[in-house]
């Protein structure tokens, strides 16, 4: 069974920093891009960053210069360090993985995990 757990979210204030995790587990073979989205309340899912197997990054502009992603393939985990943090930093953060490969033959187009909440006081 594939699984993409994240770790990391918790409360911090303006200016912080957070450090996210998110493992992709369950005998993968390879995983394309993996990624970071986040939805605040009432709002729709939107894009993060995201990044290559071959380590290209892509980011939204409103976290350029702020939040880093990296991955470690070897480990089928993806991280996203987020400093400088904003109020509106403030969602539940989803991993996302896309064409992720398995042993058994399985391929898994498009992939989320469950969430983790990150919230950013004033």
């Known amino acids: 069974q594939v699984q993409l757990v994240e770790s990391g979210g918790g409360l911090v204030q303006a200016g912080g920093s957070l450090r996210l995790s998110c493992a992709a587990s369950?005998?993968?073979?390879?995983?394309?891009?993996m990624g970071w989205y986040r939805q605040a309340p009432g709002k729709q899912r939107e894009l993060v960053a995201v990044?290559?197997?071959?380590?290209?990054?892509n980011y939204a502009d409103s976290v350029k210069g702020r939040f880093t992603i990296s991955r470690d393939n070897a480990k089928n985990t993806v991280y996203l360090q987020m400093n400088s943090l904003k109020p509106e930093d403030t969602a539940v953060y989803y991993c996302?993985?896309?064409?992720?490969?398995?042993?058994?033959?399985?391929?898994?187009?498009?992939?989320w995990g469950q969430g983790t909440q990150v919230t950013v006081s004033s």
């Open positions: 369950g005998s993968i073979v390879s995983i394309d891009s």
């Open positions: 990044i290559t197997s071959g380590g290209s990054p």
């Open positions: 996302n993985s896309r064409d992720l490969r398995t042993y058994s033959g399985s391929i898994y187009p498009d992939y």
